[in-house]
Nanobody, 116 residues
Framework: QVQLVQSGGGLVQPGGSLRLSCSASGYIFSIYHMGWYRQGPGKQRELVARITSGGSTNYADSVKGRFTISRDNAKNTVYLQMNNLKPEDTAVYYC??????????WGQGTQVTVSS
């Protein structure tokens, strides 16, 4: 079955960096669009960054210039490098694999807390 296993995350001070990883199995990774979403306290889940199967990327305005999404199809893994983190980046981050409305999968979520 499809599995998305996330790693990384944790507590970091403002201005710090973290890298999230999402390792996929059970499907053909390279043909799926991959994304990172987040849900902050009392907020709705929002798109952070997305990378298509062809490698095109897009980002939420709030993270442009600070976050970078990348994928390694040989390792079936997608990454989110987060630099210059701010307290407002505090959220649970979710990995997503999307091909269509039926083939739409989520990771387990990982907490990122930015605090001094």
């Amino acid at each position: 079955q499809v599995q998305l296993v996330q790693s990384g995350g944790g507590l970091v001070q403002p201005g710090g960096s973290l890298r999230l990883s999402c390792s996929a199995s059970g499907y053909i990774f390279s043909i799926y669009h991959m994304g990172w979403y987040r849900q902050g306290p009392g907020k709705q889940r929002e798109l952070v960054a997305r990378i298509t199967s062809g490698g095109s990327t897009n980002y939420a305005d709030s993270v442009k210039g600070r976050f970078t999404i990348s994928r390694d199809n040989a390792k079936n893994t997608v990454y989110l490098q987060m630099n210059n983190l701010k307290p407002e980046d505090t959220a649970v981050y979710y990995c997503n694999a999307y091909r269509n409305t039926v083939q739409d999968y989520w990771g387990q979520g990982t907490q990122v807390t930015v605090s001094s």
